[in-house]
């Protein structure tokens, strides 16, 4: 890749950030012919992309909030993710217990609505459950009061296992996608940006880019990325925080999902299946500060237990959680809003004055509706031959994960990782770090912090092996892990 950028002396187009959307982008871009080259400062999916709710959606919620145009659209992209990439998604039943009747018409009539909506595209049909049916297919729920229940149907997925195969599909297609390499300043002629100063971060290389059109798809930190285009500019970002805590299957065992529609501050609450865990999350508190690394705060933590508590019948402690991982959401500002579970997950494209692309806002659901939109703008501003969007039937590049027979090593007998796997990783997929392989190429930081760390030294002398390192860099490595594992702790238990 890293010769690829030097051989090539002007792109089509440039995208900054490889979470969704920006990979989304270099997907579409490279699969329409244009020369196309992705950087990322860390790691593909290193911030939110990586911390979602798992879930394919078209999103119950903003139907509660009348945003019909945002329902369809996200439902008609959930097929095409489902389709394109079904070997890191699939479809869950997720059921919403109710404990009066007037919930059970309510969200039922919604749920029918959603039903509707979707159309032929529907996932499965939507039933009322009576009190027996609802404990039948959410065992481990608190019967107490419990009147019966909704069963509904969407898509459930793994967020950064799909960020890196949308990073391979792109490299398929011909684009150049490279980690660990980092914006620093724009060049202007006639104050249009003609090019990008980039600094690889692993080899501490400078490399100059030229370009036609430059994509900013950042997330939350598409502000710093305009004001280095803009000095000035106000901040268009109003950044919300959600943590998410993950259990063990017995406090939730079955295989649905369950849904609370209404919290003490009217987000909605999931427990989720996922990789042999339960997902519980997730709450929405608006900060000030943008940091790559966001903690999770008490009053989070203590939110979440207490409202899966409620519905659950086996009671959850600090101590049982094996993982607390923390998201921003990168939603868009707007007048009069008071508080960020209202804001737009719609996406907003903006273009400066000197020509560059904004995209922001979004969901991992429409992430390649708004990658089609970006492009197509892409093609007006630079300008580039029109050429007609291909994503919608493209399949999404299949992990070739080697599973191994049981007389293999592995690392950890809850994770069958093998040495060919870490190898697979490092010469495959660009895993530069202990935290690539154990946060994003594997799930484990994820799934059992503590687990995570007690696997991290094996992780490194192998990577240092592939990646030709010596003592010092295993050394830093287990320790700049360890430092970063020991946030997704509750060290306190």
């Known amino acids: 890749m890293l010769t690829q950028l030097q051989q090539t002396p002007e792109w089509d187009i440039v995208i900054i950030g490889g979470g969704a959307t920006g990979l989304g982008c270099a997907v579409d871009a490279a699969s329409r012919g244009f020369k196309t080259l992705l950087i ?47 070997h890191v998604t699939s479809v869950m039943a997720f059921v919403v217990p109710v404990y009066n009747w007037w919930d ?29 049916k609802t404990l039948q297919q959410l065992p481990g729920i608190n019967n107490d009061r419990l009147k019966g229940g909704i069963l509904y149907y969407d898509g459930q997925f793994d967020d950064a296992r799909l960020a890196i195969d949308l ?48 994509i900013n798809a950042t997330g939350v930190f598409a502000d710093a990325v305009m004001q280095m285009d803009e000095p000035h500019k106000d901040n268009l970002i109003a950044p919300s925080q959600g943590i998410h805590a993950v259990v063990d299957k017995a406090f939730f065992p079955g295989s649905n999902a369950l849904m609370i ?23 929405d508190t608006p900060i000030k500060n943008i940091t790559v690394e966001p903690k999770p705060l008490e009053e989070e933590i203590n939110f979440i237990l207490h409202h899966a508590n409620r519905y659950l019948a086996k009671k ?36 400066s004055k000197s020509g560059l692309i904004t995209v922001s806002g979004g969901k991992w659901t429409t992430y390649r509706k708004m990658a089609e939109d970006v492009i197509d703008k892409a093609i007006q501003i630079a300008p580039l031959p029109q050429r007609n969007c291909i994503t919608k039937q493209l399949p999404i590049s299949t992990s070739s994960i080697k599973k191994m027979s049981n007389s293999e090593y592995f690392l950890h007998p809850d994770f069958h990782y093998t040495e060919q796997d870490i190898q697979y990783f490092v010469e495959a997929e ?3 770090k202990v935290e690539d392989v154990l946060a994003r190429r594997t799930r484990i930081l994820f799934l059992n912090a503590t687990t995570a760390i007690a696997v991290a030294p094996a992780v490194a002398k192998l990577m240092a092996v592939f990646l030709q390192q010596n003592e010092q860099w295993i050394h830093d490595e287990i320790v700049a892990f360890t430092q970063l594992a020991n946030q997704y702790c509750l060290n306190d238990a």
């Open 430 to 432: 660009m895993a530069m």
């Open 167 to 214: 990073a391979k599909t792109a490299v398929q297609q011909g684009a150049t996608v490279i980690n660990y390499c980092k914006a620093t300043s724009f060049i202007k002629q006639d104050s249009r940006i003609t090019a990008v100063v980039l600094n690889d971060t692993i080899n501490n290389k400078t490399y100059t880019v030229q370009a036609k059109t430059f």
């Open 104 to 132: 059970k018409w309510f969200y039922g009539i919604g749920l029918k609505v959603y039903d509707l909506l979707a159309g032929k595209l529907s996932l499965g049909k939507t039933e009322w459950l009576n009190k027996k």
């Open 316 to 351: 959850i402690t600090r101590k049982d959680i094996n993982s607390v991982f923390v998201g921003l959401r990168p939603l868009i500002k707007k007048s009069g809003a008071a508080t960020t579970s209202l804001l737009s997950r719609d996406h907003t494209i903006l273009i």
């Open 40 to 86: 990322e400062q860390y790691d593909f999916a290193k911030g939110t992309s990586s911390r979602s709710t798992k879930l394919v959606h078209g999103g119950v919620r903003y139907l509660a909030q009348g945003n019909i145009k945002l329902v369809k659209e996200a439902l008609r992209e959930r097929t095409y993710l489902l389709h394109n990439a079904p």
């Open 261 to 283: 529609p209404k919290t003490d501050d009217g987000r909605v609450l999931f427990a989720v299946p996922w990789h042999n865990k339960v997902i519980l999350g997730t709450t």
